[in-house]
């Protein structure tokens, strides 16, 4: 084994492609042509003396070497990372980029300020915000940590608890002014709702009330959204009544565009997590970024801590 080409580069290029399994996908996340890509691949096999790919005109897979090799791979980039961390200056926050995946409209609304305020405490630190509501995979799509509304399934990844996100149930005084404001859930029945096509049982409205008891009433109307930011434009314009995060509507309520239907009644909140990806949780940019989330969360309208914090 020749290895003087077993470098870090064609270490990286194959570790990404492992994860996102696309030749072109690593090409361009990278920002070099496919045909550096294969290179790096072909010229890392050729060192190691083995195939650590294998490939179709589809995808791109791991063989049983490759399989092994990743793993080390993986491990070894790590500590090149972490050892460079700890080379700097320890007064100082180690350079480099976060890739932060958030739901869309947390992110536009609240998350990119926070943001905002870690980069002016750590100029050294560059930020990749992604929005998106579809639930990635953050390790193939090479992300650090990702800021999650709602239940959680990806069991390998680290977690730490932000909190829950507070929900009310909203209307605009017009609609209120057609249709008289509710004074039992089941007063809702005459009020068209705003449903989210993109969250299953949104026709189905479950209401939580001061006894704790639960309501479920059901949500008509002809209006489907499936983000966030068109379901309070709907709620605005009184295309209808529906559950609204806190955080996603604090503006209009304060100055009373927007009205809180039966304020003893709210809609169960939501939990709020980080997801970590465990490989990358020891590196100093991503630690200093989760705990300035963990400690700045809470200024977001409607959001509560959780009851250990």
């Known amino acids: 084994m020749d290895q003087s080409n077993v470098t870090l580069d064609r270490m990286r290029t194959f570790v990404r492609v492992a994860e996102r399994g696309s030749l072109s996908a690593v090409a361009r996340e990278m920002a070099i042509g496919q045909s550096s890509v294969t290179r790096h691949i072909r010229e890392l096999e050729e060192a190691l003396g083995v195939a650590l790919l294998s490939r179709t005109t589809r995808r791109v897979a791991l063989t049983v070497e490759g399989e092994r090799y990743y793993a080390n791979a993986v491990q070894i980039l790590r500590l090149v990372e972490q050892a460079g961390d700890e080379a700097r200056d320890t007064g100082r926050a180690s350079a480099g980029t976060v890739r932060v995946s958030c739901t869309a409209a947390l992110g536009v609304r609240h998350i990119s300020r926070l943001i905002f305020a870690f980069q002016d405490r750590h100029p050294d630190i560059a930020v990749d915000l992604g929005l998106t509501d579809e639930r990635i995979d953050l390790v193939r799509d090479g992300v650090d940590l990702a800021i ?122 939501v939990p709020l997590n980080l997801l970590i990806v465990p490989e990358r949780a020891g590196i100093a940019r991503v630690r200093l970024l989760v705990e300035f989330l963990a400690e700045t969360v809470a200024t977001i309208p409607g959001i509560e801590r959780p009851s250990w914090g």
């Open 148 to 269: 999650r509304l709602g239940p959680l399934t990806d069991s390998s990844l680290k977690r730490r608890a932000l909190g829950s996100s507070r929900r009310v149930l909203v209307g605009a005084p017009a609609c209120l002014e057609r249709h008289g404001r509710p004074a039992t859930p089941a007063d809702l029945a005459r009020f068209d709702g705003v449903r989210m096509s993109n969250i299953a049982g949104s026709d189905r409205l479950t209401l939580e009330g001061p006894d704790g008891a639960l309501h479920a009433v059901s949500l008509g109307g002809r209006l489907r959204v499936d983000h966030g930011l068109a379901a309070r434009e709907a709620y605005l314009a009184g295309r209808g009544i529906g559950p609204a995060h806190v955080w996603l509507v604090d503006d209009l309520l304060a100055d009373g565009r927007l009205e809180v239907l039966l304020p003893d009644h709210a809609p169960p909140a």
